[in-house]
Nanobody, 122 residues
Framework: QVQLVESGGGLVQAGGSLRLSCAAS????????MGWFRQAPGKEREFVAY????????SLTHSVKGRFTISRDNAKNTVYLQMNSLKPEDTAVYYC???????????????WGQGTQVTVSS
């Protein structure tokens, strides 16, 4: 079992930055790939980024490349999503997830956090 708790969301103006954190507990964090997903009102949950268990492989969805960075600190059992140059269309609830391998498919992940709201004003 893995428990995930996201933090770092909030309200920011367009062009601003936020860093989301996802703290894991309960099992061997370093054995899991980690993903970030987001869900805007009335829309399906969409993939944002994933990182392999070692941190050696990352992937980001096209719309955030060059603006977002995913990283992890296995010593702190935490994965991060650094979000720069935020746009109003980035507004959503952001979720972290843990699974056996990195994937853009939500069904590939076994554990999910409760989400943190990110709101970008224009």
């Amino acid at each position: 079992q893995v428990q995930l708790v996201e933090s770092g969301g909030g309200l920011v103006q367009a062009g601003g930055s936020l860093r989301l954190s996802c703290a894991a507990s309960g099992s061997t964090f370093s054995s899991y790939a980690m993903g970030w997903f987001r869900q805007a009102p009335g829309k399906e949950r969409e993939f944002v980024a994933y990182i392999s268990w070692s941190g050696g492989v990352t992937s980001l969805t096209h719309s955030v490349k060059g603006r977002f960075t995913i990283s992890r600190d296995n010593a702190k059992n935490t994965v991060y999503l650094q979000m720069n140059s935020l746009k109003p269309e980035d507004t959503a609830v952001y979720y972290c997830a843990a699974g056996p391998r990195g994937s853009s498919w939500p069904s590939s992940y076994d554990y999910w956090g409760q989400g943190t709201q990110v709101t970008v004003s224009s």
